[in-house]
């Protein structure tokens, strides 16, 4: 994969994304995007490259190399499988298969599943879902969507000697740790931008769109990063591509972009209309941003990235890039996708 020369520009307005039904456009999404190289230049961008953002879940890859380093100085590591390694980056559905590789994790290290802070909820796999009803009255915090993530603060915690109680807090040495290398990879003092608590009750971060995808550039090993941090960034967008389904699950986008480029690019949803992408073949990092926070619009904005670099798309991943609209009876009666102004602008801008 290479990138078209005459593609790297700074479009003003952010990319519009139409949800069509028939021929007229019913709703509209704007995305803003930012694609920088290792040194934080602006490769290509659409909007407010500088917005302020939540990337929520989309930079768990980066939370997880504290505790992959931690894994490593242990020598604890090498006997990890690929699932393993990549349910720490996880949004996962809360699949039997996620559940059992979090679980075994924990017990690796004579963690309780009591230590996880993160909430119960049931699968967002619907067949699991009705399983985990039948069998259970109340879910098991082990499914949650951010417990593989959870597991490896326990574990980073574990490692470190530190206490396990309160790991969760934004001043807990776990939370310190992945703010050491967050600020190194985006070149930035993540806390002094706003930050809350996320879902699962861990620290949520934010800042500009521009600095996270330069972090992103980095893991995809498109600068210079120390040899441990270097080595950190192979293993997770290895493991993830050689265990796809662990970083999300059936039916998600997340695991079928991973699945689909092998490898050569790794991407990672995040709640609110976030993607987070490492194009490891070229060295660059990209992030996105819906404004309206409509994930589907993510999915159409991540599509129209690849496009833009000139990378083919796989027909599996249409269902995504450009879905259609059914009704219940299964009769297609829209469609989402870049808007057709919007994709004249580029091409006129382009010429």
Known sequence: MHP????????????????????????QHLVDIALCDGQ????????????????????????????IDAL??????????DEEIAVLCASH???????????????????????????AHWSLHQPTLISQVRERNLPDKIYNNCSGKHAGMLILAHLSGHDTDQYGDWQHPVQRRMIQIMNQLTECDI?????????CGAPAYSAPLRSWARAFALFAGGGTLEGWLADGCRTLSQAIARAPFMI???????????????????????AEGVYGIA???????????????????????????????????????????APTLNNWAGTQVGRIAVATSQIKKDSHQNK
């Open 279 to 321: 194009f490891n073949s070229l060295g660059l990092g990209g992030m996105l941003k819906v404004r309206d926070g409509n994930t589907r619009a993510a999915e159409a904005g991540l599509g129209h990235l690849l496009s833009a670099l000139g990378i083919s798309q796989p027909e599996e991943l249409s269902e995504f890039f």
């Open 191 to 199: 806390l002094s931008f706003p930050h809350g608590i996320d879902g």
């Open 72 to 81: 490593s100085k242990a020598g604890e590591l090498e006997s990890l499988s």
């Open 248 to 270: 999300a699950g059936s039916g998600r986008c997340c695991s079928a972009v991973n699945q689909a480029y092998a490898g050569e690019i790794t991407v990672k949803v995040g």
């Open 4 to 27: 078209q020369p005459s593609l790297l520009q700074q479009f003003e307005n952010p990319l519009q994304i139409d949800v069509m039904r028939g021929k007229a456009v019913e709703s």
């Open 40 to 67: 934080g230049r602006l490769m290509l961008s659409y909007g407010n490259a500088e917005a302020v953002i939540f990337p929520r879940s989309a930079i768990k890859p980066l939370q997880a190399l504290a505790v």
């Open 93 to 119: 559905n809360g699949e039997q298969k996620h559940v059992d590789i979090v679980g075994k994790l924990l017990d690796r290290f004579g963690i309780s599943h009591d230590r996880l802070v993160c909430g």
